[in-house]
């Protein structure tokens, strides 16, 4: 397995854990796992909240990443 294969798949992984983690912080705000089914709704009656905070965009920022990491490793992987 050649370095940038290695060092690759390396990054991915550590993105999609960090994506993990980022996104089970923002469901503990909703209630455990009933936020992943849809319970983190009825906190939106009374309208939603102004702007984005730090873990919403961390979040939008790992998944992004993820995104494009996911389409390099699938590059990287068909030069082999």
Do not use: N, Q
């Amino acid at each position: 397995m050649s370095f940038l294969v290695l060092f690759v798949m390396i990054i991915d992984v550590v993105i999609s854990v960090a994506l993990i983690w980022a996104v089970m912080m923002k469901m503990s705000k909703h209630g455990g796992l009933g936020g992943a089914f849809g319970s983190g709704s009825l906190y939106t009656v009374f309208g939603r909240e102004k702007g984005l905070d730090t873990l919403a965009k961390v979040t939008i920022a790992l998944a992004v990443a993820f995104m494009v990491m996911s389409i390099v490793t699938a590059y990287v992987l068909t030069l082999r």
